[in-house]
């Protein structure tokens, strides 16, 4: 039977184009398309239900014994109403498993349909030119000056504040550039203080943060020369990416309004140098 006869309802007429002799198109001639039964359309159901779990077992989306429990529903019919139930018997254990209505299919799945964050409005961003006087002023101040070393990535946690709407940042750099990207953490803010993380690189922030999540999967590191993607996922999302920047030559300045509620972090790279080390001198404020 043809798709387009499959679609047609029982008792329904369809045109089938016959061919002549000449190899042209015959006249058309009306056929009765026969019911689909109800067996086939079940088998059909099944046999769908099977094929996404393999699919999904060889794409390492779903975990073999969940496979198992999706091949083993595609053999009954799913409840439909809240309240109905379904009850499977194992054919190795004799273990009863009861299925609900109000059970979702994403359950199955587990964590691999999370959502990804929204995207994130572009910061703004501008430079001036008064270095020396700029860094003469933070090198004075408590906690405006730190040493990115070679091959480190600094990271300062900056948490939104409640009576702010925008984080604003200004730094530079003595000699020589320094990579720079700003990321979000969607994450509910428990205390306003800034905090500073250093890890020895970009590859082993990016397995603290998979620790946190519990991500089992490596994440590439991103380029700096070119411009790395963010390889946070999950709650993060990325304000710009880390770039190299000439902060050696001009201050480095920009703003981003709050998306709402959590923790940006400004990432400060060093990982692509091996010999230099980098004299950071920073100023992040908040303002209404």
Known sequence: MSDLQAAEGPGSWSPTARRGSAGGVGDCQPQMVSPVSKDTTEDLRKATGALEAQALVKQDLLPADQAQVLNEMAKYQVPQRSGDIVMIQSEHTGAIDVLSADLESADLLGDHRKVSPPLMAPPCIWTFAKVKEFKSKLGKEKNSRLVVKRGEVVTIRVPTHPEGKRV?????????????????????????????????????????????????????????????????????????????????????????????????????????????????????????
């Not at 990579?179 to 969607?186: A, C, Q």
């Not at 201050?251 to 060093?270: M, R, T, W």
């Open 168 to 288: 604003c940042w200004e730094f530079a750099t003595d000699d020589y550039d320094i990579g720079f990207g700003v990321y979000f953490d969607w994450t509910p803010v428990t205390t306003t203080d800034i905090t500073v993380q250093v890890s020895d690189s970009s590859d082993d922030e990016d397995e603290e943060e998979e620790e946190e999540e519990e991500i089992e999967e490596p994440v590439p590191a991103g380029d700096v020369e070119r411009g790395s993607r963010s390889s946070l996922r999950g709650r993060y999302g990325e304000v710009m990416p880390v770039y190299r920047r000439d902060s050696h030559r001009d201050v480095q300045a920009g703003s981003h309004d709050y998306p709402g509620e959590g923790i940006y972090l400004l990432k400060f790279d060093n990982s692509y140098s091996l010999l230099r080390n980098k004299t950071l001198y920073f100023h992040i404020y908040y303002t209404s």
